[in-house]
């Protein structure tokens, strides 16, 4: 395989996991900054053409994997491949955040979830999406019914 | 940093890089397998409630890293982070796939893009998407548009 090595970090508003809107119905609008290491820089060129990128980043503050657990959004437990629980086998995120900005090697962005500080894998356009109506999205809509019921 | 460990592989109809379709209008309706590891089978549990998933795997046949690079979809370079070239910094992939029917430890799955082998780091839920009108693709949508023009 291959060593991980961060190409940046994340500068958050957020301290400590407590402060990330977790569970049902949690909006993710705040801005950050992904700041990207020097030797990185020209990686960048025409990121600017982009409005949403794909952020590939590591829960660095997370330990071990659990394979079922209970989601904040759910009062049931589920396989860690059908969550986004941080406690995977590959400790390994994925966010989809707005770009607002760049400046040189600093990318201005909307929707971070991740704590100040955290290493940053790698960055890709985000390029399509797939229709709503062939989407299906399993237990977490049927937890949303749930609590949508009362 | 953490250590990546193959979750599982990928059952493809791909053996070589350049049987993968590739450029503008690719279309990827190949299907395949997640073979996923006895050990992490429980991690797949309540996955096949979802119609999409994130799958996360290593380019393992890439070799170091170019940071400007000509994607097949353009005659022009562009920044790896604004492409999805497999010569990262840190080889990283990601592929959006619809899950067509789960077996055990088979995932069963409409979209594969990956060769044969290919091991798997990581599988997530896909959960939302961005609406159409507030995404722009950039370079990608240019070189589309200079393809269409002739």
Redesign the interface.
């Known amino acids: 395989?291959?060593?991980?090595?961060?190409?940046g970090h994340v500068r958050s508003p957020y301290a400590e996991t407590s402060q990330v809107p977790k569970g049902l119905g949690a909006k993710h609008d705040a801005e950050g900054e992904l700041e990207?290491l020097p030797e990185?820089e020209?990686?960048?060129?025409?990121?600017?053409?982009?409005?949403?990128l794909?952020v590939?980043w590591?829960f660095?503050r997370s330990e071990g994997f659990q394979?079922?657990g209970r989601p904040p959004s759910d009062d049931r437990?589920?396989?860690?491949?059908?969550?986004?629980s941080p406690r995977?086998?590959?400790?390994?995120a994925?966010s989809?955040v707005?770009l607002l900005g760049r400046e040189g090697r600093r990318l201005r962005v909307r929707g971070v979830d991740m704590l100040d500080g955290t290493?940053i894998?790698?960055?890709?356009?985000?390029?399509?999406?797939?229709p709503?109506k062939?989407?299906?999205?399993?237990?977490?809509?049927?937890a949303e019914a749930r609590k949508e019921k009362g």
Request: hydrophobic residues 45%; aromatic residues 12%.
């Open positions: 395989m291959f060593t991980p090595r961060p190409i990207i990185f020209a990686g960048l060129t025409d990121i600017e053409g982009f409005s949403h794909y590939i590591a660095d394979l079922m437990p589920h396989g860690v491949f059908a969550t986004r995977r086998p590959n400790p390994i994925l989809v707005e290493p894998l790698d960055i890709k356009p985000y390029l399509s999406s797939v709503e062939q989407l299906r999205r399993g237990w977490l809509a049927e």
